[in-house]
Nanobody, 122 residues
Framework: QVQLVESGGGLVQAGSSLRLSCAAS????????IGWFRQTPGKDREFVAR????????YYADSVKGRFTISRDNAKNTVYLQMNSLKPEDTAAYYC???????????????WGQGTQVTVSS
């Protein structure tokens, strides 16, 4: 079992940067795919990025490619989402999720954090 806790959200201006962290419990963290998703009220959860257990493979939504970077430190049981050149449309609650298979589909993730809010003002 994995427990996930996100942090690092906040209110920033357009063009700014934020780094989100996803801290995990459990000794098997390094065997899990970790995904970042975001959600705004009234909309489905949207895939943002995911990273393979080793960290060698990363995938991004087209909307964030070139601006966001996902990385992980398995020694610290933590995954990061570096978000640069933030836009107002990036405003959402951001969630990290873990699964031993994972994909772009949120339904394929078994474990979820509680989320952290990111608000980007214009």
């Amino acid at each position: 079992q994995v427990q996930l806790v996100e942090s690092g959200g906040g209110l920033v201006q357009a063009g700014s940067s934020l780094r989100l962290s996803c801290a995990a419990s459990g000794r098997t963290f390094s065997t899990y795919v970790i995904g970042w998703f975001r959600q705004t009220p009234g909309k489905d959860r949207e895939f943002v990025a995911r990273i393979s257990p080793s960290g060698r493979m990363t995938y991004y939504a087209d909307s964030v490619k070139g601006r966001f970077t996902i990385s992980r430190d398995n020694a610290k049981n933590t995954v990061y989402l570096q978000m640069n050149s933030l836009k107002p449309e990036d405003t959402a609650a951001y969630y990290c999720a873990a699964d031993q298979i994972g994909s772009w589909d949120s339904n394929n993730y078994r474990y979820w954090g509680q989320g952290t809010q990111v608000t980007v003002s214009s």
